[in-house]
T-cell receptor, first 104, second 117 residues
Framework: KDQVFQPSTVASSEGAVVEIFCNHSVSNAYNFFWYLHFPGCAPRLLVKGSKPSQQGRYNMTYERFSSSLLILQVREADAAVYYCACEGGFKTIFGAGTRLFVKA | EPEVTQTPSHQVTQMGQEVILRCVPISNHLYFYWYRQILGQKVEFLVSFYNNEISEKSEIFDDQFSVERPDGSNFTLKIRSTKLEDSAMYFC???????????????FGEGSRLTVL
C-alpha cells in the first residue's frame, strides 16, 4: 500500500537545528516534497526533489525511500505542521504530518 | 501572486444534504486535486482531474462524491448525501504540469471546512 511515514511530533529549542524524518512505500515515487502548514492557511511547499537540496533555512536530505527535512536556526514562528509527501502515478501521497514544538 | 481560491471557507449542513465545494485553480494549471483532512488526522488524497476527466481516485471517493469543471475556471466537489463522517477540511490544489510521475509542487487553497450535523 502506498504510504508515507513521519513522526507525529518533534520538539526543538530556538536557534537549534531540527530534523524531521520521513520514509515511504509509494510505488514509483522518486521525489520528496516537504510542505509547511499553519492551521487556517494553505499548505505551501518548502523544498522538493530527488537529491539533497536547500531553500533558505530548509535543507532536504535524500535517499531513494527516505528523506529528512532540516530546519536551521529554528524560531518560535516555525511552530507548525510539516508534511512529507511523495508522488506515485497521478496522485501525491502525504504523511500524517509532524507537529513542531519550539521552546524559547 | 496567483493563488488557488476556495469557497465557502466554512459550511454547516444537515446530514443527508447535498454540498458543493468550489475551487478556482490557478489559471494556467492543468491538473486539479481534492484532498481532505479530518480534524486531527492526516491530509488524504481524494481525486485528481485532468483534461476534463478523473485521472485517479482513492477509496474514499465513492459514489457519493463527484467532481466537475463546469466552465473552464471553477473546479467543484459535490457530496451528494452528506454523512457525519464527511466533516473535514477539504483542500483544493492545482499544478501547472501534466500528470504522471514527478509532476512537482501542488498549489493549495486555504481549504473549505465542512461540518455535518
Amino acid at each position: 500500500k502506498d504510504q508515507v511515514f513521519q513522526p507525529s511530533t518533534v520538539a526543538s529549542s530556538e536557534g537549534a537545528v531540527v530534523e524531521i524524518f520521513c520514509n515511504h512505500s509509494v510505488s514509483n515515487a522518486y521525489n520528496f516534497f516537504w510542505y509547511l502548514h499553519f492551521p487556517g492557511c494553505a499548505p505551501r511547499l518548502l523544498v522538493k526533489g530527488s537529491k539533497p537540496s536547500q531553500q533558505g533555512r530548509y535543507n532536504m536530505t535524500y535517499e531513494r525511500f527516505s528523506s529528512s527535512l532540516l530546519i536551521l536556526q529554528v524560531r518560535e514562528a516555525d511552530a507548525a505542521v510539516y508534511y512529507c509527501a511523495c508522488e506515485g502515478g497521478f496522485k501525491t501521497i502525504f504523511g500524517a504530518g509532524t507537529r513542531l514544538f519550539v521552546k524559547a | 501572486e496567483p493563488e488557488v481560491t476556495q469557497t465557502p471557507s466554512h459550511q454547516v449542513t444537515q446530514m443527508g444534504q447535498e454540498v458543493i465545494l468550489r475551487c478556482v485553480p490557478i489559471s494556467n494549471h492543468l491538473y486539479f486535486y481534492w484532498y481532505r483532512q479530518i480534524l486531527g488526522q492526516k491530509v488524504e488524497f481524494l481525486v485528481s482531474f485532468y483534461n476534463n476527466e478523473i485521472s485517479e481516485k482513492s477509496e474514499i471517493f465513492d459514489d457519493q462524491f463527484s467532481v466537475e469543471r463546469p466552465d473552464g475556471s471553477n473546479f467543484t466537489l459535490k457530496i451528494r448525501s452528506t454523512k457525519l463522517e464527511d466533516s473535514a477540511m477539504y483542500f483544493c490544489a492545482s499544478t501547472p504540469l501534466a500528470g504522471g510521475p514527478n509532476t512537482g509542487e501542488l498549489f493549495f487553497g486555504e481549504g473549505s471546512r465542512l461540518t455535518v450535523l
